[in-house]
Each structure stands twice: as structure tokens, then as C-alpha cells.
């Protein structure tokens, strides 16, 4: 998207370049997600580096609800992320590329949090977002997460905030991230294609209602 201005004259010196300073190359990974986490890792590596081979290079990538995996629920940080961190690091990209089950020491035995990481391009996590809506009854092992995550593209002068899937359709979830700042939503989705479709007006509304760029990932 190309990010509105905020007070650059429409003539002048310098203009030009202050807008082409306010676009952002998005990199969307719509992906099959696989029991086994090592391939949704190895899927993701692959699909980056392919995308890093084209003409507009992604400076932020964002990969879909589940795209990590479930099957291998870790503490964040741990092995995973640092795996994630180092492609963070080494293509020099803003990354949230999915989601996976959090083992959280507050939580009771068999409750995880539907976490998404959050990457900048030195390979630091810089925040991590929990799904706050879990969508009952079939995700019965998803704890509620409790924090808005906005985070910052001081490069584009930008805020991005972070919702999973069903977060959407509670209002609430995008104003607040809207308040915070955000210019572009980020919403990582694991839906059929048909209930993807069946939400699709929800997309629309999001995105006039906060007046913000939405970037639907499924």
C-alpha cells in the first residue's frame, strides 16, 4: 500500500521522495500447513527466498494462522523463533509469519496461546501477539489473550496491528489497534475457503470503519 501523507504539501521540493518513503511492499504467504512443523518451516524458508528473487523485494512478510504449526507447541522464544529470527535477519524484512501453539507458565496443562511472533529485520522479536478471540468450541486448547499488539515500521513513519483470524469480527479489536496507531491491519487466518468467503464483508468493514490498509492472509 502506499501510506497516506500527513502534512507534505502536494508541490514543492522533495515531495516525490517523501512519498515513494511512504510505500510498503507487503509479502503475503498463503500456504498448505502440514502436521509435520519442520516442513511449514521449510515451506516458509523456501517462499522467501523466492520472493527475495523478484522485483519488488517484501519488506514486511506475513504468513497465515497455523502456518508454523500446532503440533509442536514451544515456549516463546525458543528453537522456533530463533529459526524465524535468523530469516527475519538475514533478508532484512519485518516478519510475522504465522502462528503456532505458545507454552505459556501461567497457563493450566493442555491450554496454549494461538501466538504470533513479530520480527524486525535485525531478527529481534519485538512483540508477540496472542489471539484474543478463540473460536469456541473448536479451539478448545486456545487460551484468550489479553494484549493489542501495535508495532512500529519507523522506516515508513508506520504503525501495524496484529489480529488472528476470528479477532476480526469483534470491532473492538481493530478500533483499538486503530487508536493505537495502526495504518494497516494484519490479520492471519486457517479458515475453508467457503467460511473465508462467508467473512468476507467483515474485511470491507474493518478497513472503512478505522479508515487503515487490511491485509488478509488464509
Not at 61 to 78: D, K, S
Not at 82 to 106: C, N, S
Not at 146 to 174: A, W
Request: proline content about 8%.
Amino acid at each position: 500500500p502506499r501510506l497516506p501523507q500527513q502534512g507534505i504539501a502536494a508541490e514543492g521540493y522533495g515531495w516525490e521522495e517523501k512519498v515513494m518513503g511512504r510505500f510498503l511492499n507487503v509479502g503475503i504467504i498463503q500456504m498448505p500447513i502440514s502436521d509435520d512443523t519442520a516442513e511449514n518451516l521449510r515451506y516458509i524458508s523456501r517462499t522467501i527466498q523466492a520472493m527475495m528473487t523478484g522485483y519488488h523485494r517484501p519488506e514486511l512478510v506475513v504468513g497465515v494462522e497455523g502456518g508454523i504449526g500446532f503440533c509442536t507447541p514451544q515456549a516463546i522464544p525458543g528453537p522456533i523463533t530463533d529459526y524465524l529470527a535468523k530469516i527475519a535477519r538475514q533478508y532484512h524484512i519485518y516478519f510475522v509469519p504465522g502462528t503456532m501453539w505458545e507454552i505459556y507458565p501461567q497457563l493450566k496443562p493442555g491450554l496454549y496461546y494461538n501466538a504470533a511472533p513479530v520480527f524486525n529485520p535485525n531478527g529481534e522479536l519485538i512483540a508477540v501477539y496472542r489471539k484474543m478471540a478463540p473460536w469456541r468450541p473448536f479451539e478448545s486448547e486456545s487460551a484468550p489473550g489479553k494484549e493489542y499488539v501495535v508495532f512500529d515500521i519507523p522506516e515508513k513513519d508506520t504503525k501495524i496491528g496484529v489480529q488472528i483470524c476470528y479477532d476480526l469480527n469483534y470491532p473492538e479489536i481493530s478500533r483499538n489497534e486503530a487508536l493505537m496507531g495502526a495504518e494497516v491491519l494484519l490479520k492471519l487466518t486457517e479458515d475453508p475457503e467457503e467460511l473465508f468467503l462467508y467473512n468476507g464483508h467483515l474485511h470491507y468493514a474493518r478497513a472503512l470503519e478505522n479508515q487503515a490498509y487490511l491485509v488478509a492472509s488464509n
